[in-house]
């Protein structure tokens, strides 16, 4: 009898913790939140992991941003709860600048989230790359390309550097390239007529492809700016 | 009866309450302020806490986090991922300890307050150290709050007089030499004291603290990016010059106050003499300040446990870090002059030695004092690093444990094929890069065994970095032959026959004498984040080992290995003879990439919460 009274005392308490779990709470967070970084609609490619954006939900006891990072194709994508965040690129993020807002009238974009939604974010590049063509053969690989730029008043910039990166897998900027070629800003004679060329070195374990992309330094910008990337078959 | 008895006992309490005698007890654990503070001794044990909290990033008690950077490949199964990742943290490196500073805040109010003979020496050192926290921490962070009181909160509910603002990075420079000025007169002047504050620690770090700031004025502006407008990170240019001669007069007052000299107790031996300058605790006149240890007083230290060879290790374990090749290389011939380790020839053969230290001789004595060489001597054991057998026809005959035995062709019994110290690629323990690290190591036996330890002494300020800040201070301010003139006596201390003169001294050679002189002291972050190269050397890019070891701006993110092979080709000239190949360990699978938000460490969110004045640092 004692030992039965026990055991159900003890299934009671177990089935309080179980349904506990319902009442305290909160149900995931469900709203996608997705989009590209485009400069007049096309996209703008940075490195991977390493150009955030920052959204702010005002309102709470503590502030932290949730950061969001940028894909190498200009693309992002954010689960939230619904809510009305704050979005801000910071100034030192991206090769690009943010637009003033015309609603908040600063770099601040509000962002009402009711359900998933697609918002592209349109900034002002240093410089676009544009028609960015590679070929591969004989163990090089080639590349051409226009560099435009887009920033022409005293605030532009110059390019410190522009590169042709090679990479084993689909992740290709300066630390995973296994080969690359740069030419200095200085020795850029005509920036809409840019030509780079690498040789592949030996992979192991070896294969006969590689992934390539060229990226563009801007003086005084920490982050690249980098073309769509390329599989090339030789 | 009941309600008697209750009643009784409720008296009882009552009347308990009004016995302050027996509530009102002496503690017996605990020393309280008036105790304290009529007992010069037990003053100096209050200090001795204080002392010991010191912060120190790298340091013969935090092996590992010489594997963070160029300088050594951590050959331990836990810390490889120094190697494998790619990117620092920001909040890496990051130190906000306001409550040692509210303690030495306490302390030196307290001080001020007592009426001790010995004050002024205590205040002198307690104001010692808590300008070395303000020192550490805008090395770390950039301009920081800057409290020189204990504050209290008055429990009204409403903090915020407490907050403070951010002071500028140049304040917090300014503080700390104002602060050696101020108590340089009441320290003591003798250089016997070693792990308490001095005249000449004193005026070693302003040295130090000066020559920081002059760096950061000077080469902040090639990342303009790293600056805040309010001045908590960045300091302008036209500062440059005063600090640089704030630096030299300071440095030039120690190395005038004669207290202090280089090393050279064993000038025969220079390389030996170089490792003993670390581990020497009598008489030594080159250490002004350390961290202190004993053995058998619970104060000791675990780098020989931890980092000795494993062929004549007191325990199954060591050899925990790996100097890279990119260190070793960088030690000049001693003809002044730089060059990578030359294994082949030009016809792309490979070059064979008979011992394998002929690869490593004519160079700065300072390499086999730094670097536990193959083929060299640590507690009078020869090292036993060999990665293989190398066949005539160049393959390879190795094992996969320390001195593993295959039978080579030809034989009929299996010989040993790798050395008891490895290299063998993933073993952790073995000498991954082919070197093992000799600095600081403790030739005393049981100083490898985890019951002794070793009580070698962690050196924090030495007169060597005086002198070499003196040089650089003299060069920036374009005085190079004086630059020249306090470079030369490290340079003769550590084998150099030919003096330096005005004309070789550049701003690449300080970098490279620094990188040499002080590896494995705990600058080499410092360093390369004051003259903002720390983004240009760590850069992120996979390139392979520089061939320009002398230049100071060259890419260094992947930490390479060179390995020496015994030729086994019976009947040939070559047999018996040594080859070496340049490696890079399967751990070693990312590039280093400093970002510029690394270069001040990220102020924690919880932080800039509590205190809405803390701006944020740049770039993270």
């Known amino acids: 009898m004692m030992k039965q009274t026990y055991l159900s005392a003890c299934f009671l308490g177990l089935a309080a913790l179980v349904s506990g779990c319902k009442f305290d709470n909160y149900a995931a967070p469900s709203s996608e939140f997705r989009g590209r970084i485009v400069y007049k609609g096309e996209p703008i490619g940075v490195e991977y992991n390493n150009v955030n954006f920052e959204l702010w939900e005002p309102g709470w006891g503590k502030s932290g941003a949730i950061n969001v990072a940028v894909n190498q194709d200009g693309s992002f994508s954010s689960v939230l709860f619904d809510g009305t965040y704050k979005l801000v690129i910071p100034p030192y993020q991206g090769p690009f600048k943010s637009l003033k807002n015309t609603e908040t009238q600063s770099d601040t974009i509000p962002l009402a989230m009711r359900g998933s939604r697609t918002l592209d974010l349109e900034v002002l590049p240093y410089y676009m790359i544009r028609n960015a063509k590679f070929s591969g053969g004989e163990g090089k690989v080639g590349a051409t390309c226009a560099l435009e730029k887009i920033i022409t008043d005293a605030s532009g910039k110059a390019i410190e550097r522009v590169s042709l990166y090679v990479s084993k897998t689909a992740f290709v900027d300066t630390r995973t390239s296994v080969a690359s070629q740069t030419i200095e800003g200085k020795d850029l004679k005509d920036p809409s007529a840019v030509q780079l060329q690498v040789t592949i070195p030996a992979l192991t374990p070896s294969q006969n492809y590689v992934f390539a992309r060229i990226g563009v330094k801007v003086a005084g910008v920490e982050d690249l700016l980098l073309s769509p990337i390329e599989k090339i078959t030789y | ?620």
């Open chain 2, 1 to 620: 009866m009941k309600k008697i008895f209750l009643l009784g006992s409720f008296l009882l309490v009552l009347a308990g309450c009004n016995d302050e005698k027996f509530l009102d007890k002496e503690p017996t654990n605990i020393l309280n302020d008036a105790q304290v503070w009529q007992s010069p001794t037990l003053v100096l044990t209050v200090l001795a806490d204080l002392y010991d909290r010191y912060p120190d990033l790298q340091s013969v008690e935090k092996w590992a986090e010489y594997a963070n950077f160029d300088e050594a490949f951590a050959s331990a199964a836990s810390e490889y991922w120094r190697s494998r990742n790619s990117e620092y943290p920001y909040d890496w490196w990051n130190y906000w300890d306001y409550g040692l500073l509210r303690e030495l805040n306490l302390f030196i109010q307290k001080c001020e307050a007592s009426k001790l003979t010995e004050k002024s020496l205590f205040l002198a050192e307690a104001r010692y150290l808590r300008a070395s926290v303000y020192f550490e921490l805008v090395k770390r962070m950039g301009g920081v709050p800057l409290i020189l009181e204990p504050m209290e909160y008055n429990f009204s509910g409403d903090p915020t007089y407490l907050q403070h603002a951010r002071a500028k990075e140049s304040e917090i420079y300014d503080f700390v030499i104002a602060e050696m000025e101020a108590i340089k007169a009441d320290l003591p002047a003798a250089a016997s004291t070693k792990s308490r504050a001095t005249k000449g620690l004193a005026l070693a770090t302003e040295a130090r603290a000066a020559l920081y700031a002059a760096s950061i004025a000077k080469y902040g502006v090639n990342t303009p990016e790293v600056s805040l407008p309010g001045g908590e990170i960045g300091i302008p240019a036209a500062l440059a010059a005063g600090y640089y001669q704030k630096a030299l007069k300071a440095a030039e007052e120690l190395i005038a106050g004669g207290q202090y000299a280089l090393y050279l107790k064993k000038p025969t031996d220079l390389q030996d003499n170089f490792a003993s300058l670390f581990t020497d605790k009598s008489n030594n006149p080159e250490v002004i300040f350390v961290k202190d240890f004993k053995l058998k007083s619970g104060k000791i230290q675990g780098w020989t446990l931890n980092n000795q060879p494993r062929s004549s290790a007191e325990e199954q374990q060591g050899g925990r870090i790996n100097p890279s090749l990119n260190l070793v290389q960088s030690f000049e011939k001693l003809d002044n002059t730089f060059e990578p380790f030359a294994t082949k020839d030009a016809g792309g053969n490979y070059l064979y030695f008979n011992n394998p230290l002929d690869l490593f001789a004519n160079r700065d004595a300072r390499l086999g004092g730094t670097v536990i060489l193959p083929g060299s001597q640590f507690k009078a054991k020869t090292l036993d690093i060999w990665a293989g057998y190398m066949l005539a026809d160049g393959s390879i005959i190795t094992g996969d444990n320390f001195g593993a035995r295959k039978v080579l062709p030809g034989k009929t019994t299996d010989d040993q094929v790798v050395g008891f110290d490895g290299p063998i690629d993933g073993l952790e323990y073995s000498a991954q890069t082919g070197f093992y690290v000799r600095k600081f190591m403790d030739p005393a036996v049981g100083s490898g065994q985890i019951g002794t330890q070793s009580d070698v002494w962690w050196v924090r300020y030495r007169y060597a970095e005086v002198l070499l800040n003196a040089a650089e201070a003299a060069f920036e301010l374009g005085d190079k032959a004086k630059a020249a003139g306090y470079l030369n006596p490290v340079r003769r201390r550590a084998g150099f026959q030919t003096d330096l003169v005005a004309a070789d001294i550049t701003f690449d050679r300080l970098v490279h004498e620094r990188k040499v002189e002080l590896a494995f002291e705990g600058h080499l972050l410092w360093d390369m984040k004051r003259w903002r190269l720390a983004h240009v050397v760590w850069n992120g890019a996979s390139t392979p080992l520089t061939t320009q070891p002398g230049k100071a701006t060259e890419t260094s993110t992947r930490m390479f290995g060179l390995w020496p092979y015994k030729v086994y080709a019976p009947g040939a000239a070559t047999n018996g003879r040594w080859v070496f190949r340049q490696i890079i360990p399967a751990n070693v699978t990312n590039p280093h990439r400093f970002r510029l938000g690394n270069y001040y460490s990220l102020i924690s969110e919880e932080i800039r919460n509590n205190n809405p004045k803390i701006v944020k640092n740049p770039n993270q």
